[in-house]
């Protein structure tokens, strides 16, 4: 009954008092803590580690430019392409891969061993195939997010009950329709993991570039105030894209979890 009641109790507790968010909070305030001690003891210079409440104005300002918003809605729509490109090959070789076992054999390994690689190194040969311009930040995009989508895909598809499989064959199903009504659905946490795995690494490996050559976006605004040594306005924008990017990340798994009680 003691037992009964623990449980009872905490499945009572609101979400914001679950133990995992408070760890959390706990964690961020250490962190904020911490740096305003540093940036308060003058150990280093003051302008390296800003105080908080000088970062705060930074932010402050910087969600009231319009030119902040103009370079935002570069890099998403660069990010954008690029997941989008690197999300739909991605997944059509994971499908490959996962349901044809020469191929997975034959090729997978390649994924493994290019996967890790960082695909900055890359950036001078999307120059010389896509140009200067938004094509190139695109292209990095695309190569950054393709591996971690395609090997989730290609091992969510060997996770699929066997029983859909000989059930999709035994009525004749299509290639296309066997990827769309059995393969797909059955795999979907998987896939929708590695979406999460390939925005991440779409942003940086988009942002990477337009810290190298571009004129525009907001990895040009954070090399920019780096440049002129205004530090609290590149801590600025660097929260602003984490929190973005806590966002999008969250909005992905949140779809998944709609799917899912959809499907349940």
Known sequence: MAET???????????????????????????????????????????VVPRLGVIATAVRDLLASSDYYWNLGVTGSEVGAGLLIGGVSGLVVGLVLGANRLASRAFEAYLYYLGPTPKIIFFPVMIMWFGVGPGSKVAMGALSCFFPIALSTASGMRQIDKVLIRVGRSFRLSAW???????????????????????????????????????????????????????????????????????????VGRLGGLHTIRGS
Do not use: C
Request: glycine share 8%; net charge positive.
């Open 177 to 251: 329709q066997m990827a769309t009504k059995i393969y797909l659905p059955a795999m979907r946490h998987p896939v929708i993991n590695g979406v999460r795995l390939g925005l991440g690494v779409a942003i940086i490996g988009t942002l990477l570039a337009e810290t190298r050559l571009s004129n525009r976006g907001i990895g040009f605004l954070i090399i920019q105030a780096y440049g002129v040594f205004d530090m609290p306005r590149m801590y600025a924008m660097l929260i602003v894209l984490f929190v973005l990017a806590i966002a999008l990340n969250a909005a």
């Open 5 to 47: 009641g623990r449980v009872s109790a905490a499945r009572a507790l609101p979400r914001w008092a679950s133990p995992v968010t408070l760890v959390r909070v706990a964690l961020v305030l250490a962190v904020l803590v911490i740096w305003e001690a540093v940036a308060a003891s003058g150990l280093l210079y003051r302008d």
